[in-house]
């Protein structure tokens, strides 16, 4: 997102509630990366990442008016989008809950030997990247939401204590404790088992045939090898902090630029008949 001034910002705001569908446009587009990527690593998959994007850009837009500049404007979308994130039920892992023993035993277990060449052509080293990428934002939802939630901000967005601590309803003392826990148990899981990131014996590659039979990834949609990633991401801390020293246990949490059906529902919205309805709201 651009940085504006909060004066800057309040302008839009006050434009975009009196029915200025450019500055609206601005705002909303300035903060839709953050909110899919937050949204992405929360629910696990692109399709339900999208469809909850798209509920809180909504949810922005009716509440745009209570705005009052009193922290950030990312701070406030994503204290928005956080809180409807962790009460989302619409997900496909809130129908079929992951936890770090089954994603374990799956690994220790699974007959990835008994199954047949499912590749459909596509070249096995895509695959394995595309289960790579998939496999570590899978393994998040092994965490319970506040603890997801604790892990994403702090590790993908580095936002600062006080902020995230604000967003969360918690301290910033206890937001610190509770991330380093956090991310101590995630590179724990990763050392054990994972041969990419850790010294485990799993390796993608010798997987990919697995996972494609359980549907974990499709040779017909690499969503990770197909998204477009970002150079940089909305900040929203006031500070770097290391928290543990454990960065570079998670270089996987890439962001990524949103798709582009969320673009046009954004541009057909605005265009709609919706927008003055919401507006209103």
Not at 85 to 113: C, Q, T, V, W
């Amino acid at each position: 997102m651009d940085k504006k001034t909060n004066e800057e910002l309040l302008n839009l705001v006050d434009k975009a509630v009196a029915g200025d569908k450019s500055a609206l446009e601005t705002l909303i587009l300035s903060v839709q990366d953050l909110v899919f990527n937050l949204s992405l690593r929360m629910l696990g998959t692109f399709p339900d990442a999208e469809d909850a994007t798209q509920d809180i850009l909504l949810k922005i837009i009716t509440h745009l008016s209570s705005f009052k500049g009193e922290s950030a404007f990312s701070t406030w979308v994503f204290r928005i989008a956080a809180n409807h994130l962790k009460d989302y039920k619409k997900h496909m892992f809130a129908k079929f809950p992951l936890s770090f023993e089954f994603y374990g035993d799956d690994i220790r277990n699974g007959k990835i030997d008994d199954v047949p060449d499912l590749t459909q052509n596509v070249e096995k080293s895509i695959l394995a990247e595309e289960l790579k990428m998939s496999c570590t934002n899978v393994m998040l939802q092994c965490l319970d939401t506040e603890s997801r939630c604790i892990f994403i901000l702090g590790t993908m967005f580095k936002v600062d204590s006080r902020i995230a601590g604000d967003i969360l309803g918690i301290t910033p003392e206890a937001y610190r404790q509770r991330l380093s826990r956090i991310r101590g148990k995630m590179a724990e899981f990763l050392k054990e088992y994972c041969g990419e990131y850790g010294k485990g014996t799993c390796r993608c590659a010798d997987r990919v045939n697995y996972a494609i039979q359980n549907h974990r990834i499709s040779p017909a949609r690499l969503d990770f090898t197909d998204a477009i990633p970002m150079e940089t991401m909305v900040e929203v801390k006031e500070a770097m902090e290391d928290i543990d020293g454990l960065s570079q246990e998670f270089s996987f949490c890439k962001t990524y630029q949103s798709p582009t059906g969320l673009k046009d529902f954004i541009q057909k919205f605005l265009e709609g008949t919706s927008f003055s309805v919401v507006r209103n709201a």
